[in-house]
């Protein structure tokens, strides 16, 4: 048996920036057993695979798994697949319609198609979920999760805390830009404190002044075989929509650019849009861009 698959990175208009991934545009046949499999076999942040939607007004049903672990909801993987079902039915000259409508564990994620002239570039995608913020986490436990000190941790505006819109993860605003470079995953501190089941992973940002960009991020999954990821779509989204929660405005319209992945050299940049009414979050929104880099099949 034979088995297409296409692999892109996503949130980068440039080849070998952003994040990878690797769809399987026709998963009709696999068990999840094999899904993970594949996933591992590919050792990338995310592999997807699509399958027909159980509700023919979808796009598709979804499934997200990194090399350990079967995913929820996830914002790189929902961008890439997107972008590659839009670019396979425009070489077959079938029309794409938006929204693109995923099923997935955590619910129907909407996406819209970013357009350059009749050229696809990517997608923007609506979280699944509202955004709820869960528990505090300790400065010292974060501090030392990533190799950090507690004094690097800014606390001014939140404590690190859990925060998600289909994904949970935790979340650390650090002092400086170069703590944030120095930063660096210790896999038993999450064995210990930071369990796969409780949150995905840490992302530590840092405001940046650098023209054209808002935040720098990382992000850190050691347990579900992940690292460091170069750009993380629903981390992000949920980030935004924390900052916005805590703006003081009861209505809000906040972009922020955000990079990621700069110091791995995989250089990615994600656009995230919230709108904030009558003093709760509306509407979060994250996209970016996409490159097509390889085509080949699988022999199972």
Do not use: W
């Given at each position: 048996m034979q088995l297409n698959f296409v692999t892109v990175d996503v949130f980068t208009d440039q080849r070998f920036g952003g994040n990878p991934l690797a769809v399987v545009p026709d998963a009709r046949g696999l068990a999840a057993q094999q899904m993970q499999s594949i996933a591992a076999e590919f050792n990338l942040a995310e592999t997807t695979f699509v399958l027909p939607p159980k509700d023919p007004a979808h796009t598709a049903e979804v499934r997200i798994f990194t090399p350990r672990a079967e995913l929820p909801f996830a914002g790189h993987p929902n961008i890439g697949t997107a972008f590659v079902l839009a670019q396979r039915d425009s070489a077959?000259?079938?029309?794409?319609?938006?929204?693109?409508?995923?099923?997935?564990?955590?619910?129907?994620?909407?996406?819209?198609?970013?357009?350059?002239?009749?050229?696809v570039v990517g997608a923007r995608l609506t979280a699944?979920?509202?955004?709820?913020?869960?528990?505090?986490?300790?400065?010292?436990?974060?501090?030392?999760?990533?190799?950090?000190?507690?004094?690097?941790?800014?606390?001014?505006?939140?404590?690190?805390?859990?925060?998600?819109?289909?994904?949970?993860?935790?979340?650390?605003?650090?002092?400086?830009?170069?703590?944030?470079?120095?930063?660096?995953?210790?896999?038993?501190?999450?064995?210990?404190?930071?369990?796969?089941?409780?949150?995905?992973?840490?992302?530590?940002y840092a405001f940046d002044k650098e023209p054209g960009v808002?935040?720098?991020?990382?992000?850190?999954?050691?347990?579900?075989?992940?690292?460091?990821?170069?750009?993380?779509?629903?981390?992000?989204?949920?980030l935004a929509g924390l900052l916005a929660s805590l703006r003081p405005e009861t209505d809000l319209t906040l972009q922020l650019r955000i990079a990621q992945g700069v110091d791995m050299g995989r250089p990615s940049l994600l656009e995230a849009g919230v709108e904030k009414r009558n003093g709760r979050i509306t509407a979060m929104r994250i996209g970016g861009q996409c490159v097509a880099m390889m085509r080949g099949s699988l022999e199972l």
């Open positions: 077959s000259e079938r029309v794409v319609n938006d929204p693109i409508l995923f099923e997935e564990k955590a619910g129907l994620v909407r996406l819209d198609l970013i357009r350059d002239g009749t050229s699944p979920q509202p955004l709820v913020r869960g528990d505090d986490i300790a400065v010292d436990v974060v501090a030392a999760a990533c190799s950090l000190g507690a004094h690097d941790i800014e606390t001014v505006h939140h404590r690190p805390c859990i925060a998600s819109c289909g994904l949970p993860l935790v979340f650390a605003e650090l002092k400086t830009r170069s703590a944030l470079a120095a930063a660096q995953p210790q896999s038993e501190i999450f064995s210990e404190h930071l369990k796969a089941d409780r949150a995905t992973g840490v992302l530590l808002d935040i720098q991020a990382r992000m850190f999954a050691p347990l579900y075989g992940v690292p460091e990821d170069p750009a993380t779509g629903s981390a992000n989204l949920a």
